[in-house]
């Protein structure tokens, strides 16, 4: 299957977390606004380190304006821990992303790390 970028911008989800809690409010994650109305199924995250750690338990979640609530879309990784480093971070595609206002990662973090996370659309051909 072929896919490109879509015209809509980077989503910083996380900039430089040392903690990813599950989110509660509705201010707790990043609204993806920016990418208009039409919102893709498929995404690309990112997650960059600043050193040696690792993201285990993670889950890309997902804020439902209409029905005031997060619920967890996938888990990142198949639920595998993922080794991270400053000079090796990792991605992956995402589904099913297009019926949230809002997106956030929980999980848990080791090895004192500091963690940016961001995501791109993708628009499958």
């Known amino acids: 299957m072929r896919s490109k970028k879509l015209h809509g911008k980077k989503v910083t989800l996380h900039t430089a977390a040392t903690s990813l809690p599950s989110p509660s409010l509705s201010t707790d994650g990043q609204a993806i606004t920016t990418w208009g109305n039409h919102r ?3 995404a690309s995250i990112a997650i960059d380190s ?4 690792t ?3 993670a ?8 029905d005031a609530a997060w619920r967890a879309i996938c888990q990142v ?19 099913d992303i297009g019926a949230f206002d ?5 999980g848990t973090l080791t090895g004192g790390i500091a963690v940016t996370i961001s ?4 628009e499958r051909l």
């Open 55 to 57: 993201l285990g338990n």
């Open 77 to 95: 990784h198949r639920g595998a821990t993922i080794t991270l480093s400053a000079t090796l971070g990792h991605e992956e595609r995402v589904l």
């Open 59 to 66: 889950y890309l979640c997902g804020y439902d304006a209409q």
């Open 40 to 42: 893709p199924d498929v």
């Open 50 to 53: 600043d050193g040696v750690g």
């Open 102 to 106: 809002s997106l956030a990662v929980k």
């Open 119 to 122: 995501i791109k659309p993708i």
